[in-house]
């Protein structure tokens, strides 16, 4: 009979015994590429809009195997671009640049991603951000439009124009000019600088002084950078009110004669013949006969003598009566005697009268 005896025994682990998943620094490793991006993230900062920036994102194979670049391609945002990259390997350790463009064309930030398709094993299609924000100019100009209304001749009044940059970029001045139907409307440009910087502001003078009873135009016109609205003009008008003044420093008015306040006779005087100014004929009825015949206009001073003559029918000077006088500028109605005209003389012959009369010209 054979008898086993079994007993214990201690078992220690060396521990410069090689781990079985290590791998054994007697083998040979297995060679692969390696891709790489620098930057991992391209930012293109801020840049004007209608303009071009560069930018690059190096590759680099930082594995021990050549490595072979499959494709390259941007998806995203248009307003970037691949310009080129003019190799399709690189071999352990080596780099090349892809280049990149960001044009934008409005104030925003864009984004979009660069990816590299590659046989690294790990990083087959290896993705690269890129951002950028586009900036510019915004003109805003105020008020845009402006009536100064009616104003005394020789009177002068100002407005003001503001000019902002509302934008992220300086706001080029390209061209500034003022432009007007006389030289009632003017506009000092002599302190406008060349540019603003955002949020900078500047102020612009226009001054009206009115020299006559016509309408008058103007306008600020800027041409400038901004993108969006490169030329803004800002318009001004305005009327002179009153009379001009004549070459001896007096006012000169335009009148017309009416036959009653409302105007409704016409623009010319009934039973008158001829009219004066001073001593210059200024209306004369056809064919010398008395009639409504035509407007009796014209322009003279507060003052100077108009005589009327005419024939009255009934032989008391009341077709005289009902002579008015329209100042034109200031649109003022005036009859010229509340009841007969001063020298309200003549002659009869039958049943008809020949008359005159003569009133100075009333004071504005």
Not at 36 to 48: C, E, M, R
Not at 209 to 229: H, V, Y
Request: some cysteine; overall charge negative; hydrophobic content about 35%.
């Amino acid at each position: 009979m054979l008898l086993l005896v079994l007993g214990c025994m201690d078992y220690t682990v060396n521990p410069d015994t090689p781990d079985a998943t290590e791998p054994d620094p007697e083998m040979p490793a297995t060679l692969s590429p390696r891709i790489q991006a620098d930057p991992g993230l391209l930012d293109f900062g801020s840049v004007s809009t209608g303009t071009l920036q560069n930018g690059v994102v190096t590759l680099s194979n930082i594995g021990d195997e050549t490595l072979w670049l499959s494709d390259l391609r941007l998806e995203g945002d248009d307003v970037f671009d691949l310009a080129g990259f003019h190799s399709d390997t690189l071999e352990p350790g080596e780099s090349g640049d892809v280049v990149l463009t960001y044009a934008p064309n409005e104030r925003a930030l864009s984004g979009t991603s660069l990816f590299v398709e590659s046989d690294d094993p790990e990083t087959p299609v290896l993705e690269v951000p890129l951002l950028g924000t586009g900036i510019a100019p915004e003109l805003w100009v105020d008020p845009l439009s402006h009536d100064f209304g009616e104003l005394g001749l020789g009177s002068l009044i100002t407005q003001d124009i503001q000019i902002v940059n509302l934008g992220d970029a300086d706001l080029v001045f390209e061209d500034v000019v003022y432009e007007a139907s006389s030289s009632e409307l003017s506009a000092d440009l002599s302190q406008l600088p060349t540019s603003l910087a955002p949020a900078e502001a500047v102020r612009v003078t226009v001054e009206y002084s009115p020299t006559d009873a016509q309408p008058d135009e103007g306008a600020l016109i800027l041409t400038t950078n901004d993108p969006e609205t490169p030329m803004v003009s800002a318009t001004q008008t305005g009327i002179g009110a009153g009379c001009s003044t004549g070459t001896d420093g007096a006012p000169e008015c335009t009148y017309t004669l009416y036959n009653s306040e409302d105007r409704s006779s016409g623009m010319c005087v009934d039973d008158i013949v001829h009219v004066y100014l001073d001593s210059d004929l200024i209306f004369e009825s056809p064919d010398d006969k008395a009639g409504c015949e035509s407007p009796v206009t014209f322009t003279a001073s507060p003052g100077q003598l108009l005589t009327f003559e005419g024939y009255d029918y009934w032989g008391n000077c009341r077709g005289i009566e009902e002579i008015w006088l329209h100042n034109e500028e200031l649109d003022v109605m005036t009859k010229l005697s509340s009841g007969r005209l001063d020298g309200c003389n003549g002659y009869a012959s039958g049943m008809t009268m020949f008359f005159w009369a003569r009133e100075a010209i009333p004071a504005i």
